[in-house]
């Protein structure tokens, strides 16, 4: 008999079976080493493939740079998260363009995506000189609205849509619910107080005396914007004055000309009649030849605004910023086509979804004539999203 707590062993014949219990474990240990050794296969091939593609080895060599650099970060001492330097910014958002943006999201282990809208937002800053600057509004706090279901609408309408104001989301839920509210309701709601700043005039603009009706008056205008490689592009916006909606954009690279302001003007109005007046300002690029007798061929009479008076063009001056801070400021683009077909994806949700103030609470669309859509009711809705989920509001479900 064995003494109590050493190991016995006991030595099977040669024609002696294994026990159940050691044959089953064998058999487990050569599927993790087959699927071990097939994992390792899979990796192989898929390494291979991208290294044989085009741009392969700078794309894998990339994807190991970003993921070696954040490692080397996170393993810093630290008492709380890790401290990004200038260095760390900078190399990886140059790693960063080397890579598939489809790879990204998986990619990043310790950041998120707005870390690479702050980098953007500062190049493009640094390279323009700080010429486009953006404050946050800070608000009080205040008390809570009166009702459940109307206090779940309104936070969650800020949460889908941080961008939105008081007054925006008030003329928002009356467009959706049917319900009129105060902006200072949502206000309380939202347990913080919203005070935009009006930098326009008292009174309405000379240019309403001539935009009385629909497609009456249009303006025009020109401005500029980086994508995520830096380059240039120039976009020009073509609004009607009376329903305040979007006819159309147009988009050219860098170093434009007549011919090229002709051609994006003629692709912001195709499949529109023409109006009777054109407002622009006294951009020298409006003073070409070719534009003017583009606008003579098609029996367009052009207005000039005052001149170094940004106030005596105020609806296309105010839609620019409108389009800068609610969209163009909070996505990427690669080239034309992508910032063209995002650009059109704006103007559906400014034209139909979006509420003006300047509208009563109305669209562009509800300008022109289009049905209001019908009332959804406070405990039961649905959200409906805009340009690819940037913009929320909601619907009757």
Known sequence: MPVRGEFVNRKSGPNKPLPCSLARNHRRDNVRRMRDLLLLATHLLVTLAKFLGPGGIRSVAAESLLLKHQLLIS???????PNLSTLDRFLLGLITLFVNPRRIPKLSAIFKPATLFKFHKALVDRKYRLLFSFSSLRRKPGPKGPSTELIAAIVESKRRNPKFGCVRIAQQIAHAFGIEIDKDVVRRVLA??????????SGPSWLTFIGQVKDSLWSVDLFRCESILLRSHWIMIVMDVFTRRIIGFGVEPAYIDGVSVCRMFNHAIAGQPPPKHLSTDHDPLFRFHRWLANLRVLQI?????????PVSHPFVERLIGTVRREYLDRVFFWNVADLMWKLDAFRDYYNASRVHRSLYGATPAQRTGAKPPAPAALDQYAWQQHCRGLFQTPIAA
Not at 192 to 201: E, V
């Open 75 to 81: 393993n810093r001492s630290r008492h709380r998260a």
């Open 192 to 201: 913080k107080h919203y005070g935009p700043s009006d930098s326009g005039t």
């Open 301 to 309: 009479e052009e207005v000039k605004s005052v001149p170094y008076a």
